[in-house]
């Protein structure tokens, strides 16, 4: 699609802008919320990195070219009346200017009554315990033992696993994957491995199998 295609499909405001919503590829977390106008989405387009109108400034901005935190733009989609925008970006490093992984970080509200379990806060509670033990915690005592107790732990409960589904059962199979993720997740906060490095490791690797695909479908 060209340029002047897509330029037909939106709808810029009275300032000649659109807001444009950018979103991490791989773990799907709003970024930021910037601005293009026609020139900064050509350019965005033709360069393959996000390129923004500074409403403050006034003038056009390259994410990245002072801090050299790229975004490399993989998708991008309007909504349904063509006057907003979601670019889905590869960064290199924080969205942030104040060096957060994201601009929005400000918690204002939440419902306690709606808590979903998310991998994410567990890892957090883990790297908590590692950062500031607390007395009898388990987690606590595994990070004092040091890696070896650690990697000792993962290495058993791979064995509990594969017992488990040997036997062919599946509550105690769960049972058991629940105690080996637990643990693979304390050997990730010991070695500084973040789930977005795991995404992005299993992402990489979808997207080898694909072209695979694709090669041998030709």
Known sequence: MT?????????????????????????????????????????????????????????????????????????????CDGDALVVEVKKTGPACHTGAESCFFEELYEDDTVKPFALGDLLALIEDRRARPVEGSYTTYLFAKGREKILKKVGEESAEVLIAGTKGDKAETLYELGDLAYHAMVLMAEMGISLEDMVRELASRHVVDHKVKQERMK
């Not at 810029?12 to 802008?17: H, I, K, P, S, T």
């Not at 106008?37 to 109108?53: H, P, Q, V």
């Not at 901005?61 to 935190?69: A, D, H, L, M, P």
Request: charged share 30%; glycine share 6%; net charge positive.
């Open 3 to 79: 340029f002047e295609e897509i330029e037909k499909k939106l709808t810029f405001d009275a300032q000649g802008l659109i807001p444009a919503i950018v979103q991490d590829y791989v773990t799907h977390e709003v970024l930021t919320l910037a601005y293009m106008n026609r020139e900064s989405l050509k350019i965005s387009l033709a360069e393959g990195r996000t390129c923004f109108w500074s409403r403050s400034r006034r003038r056009l901005w390259r994410k990245g070219e002072t801090s050299g935190n790229t975004q490399k733009i993989v998708a991008m989609r309007a909504d």
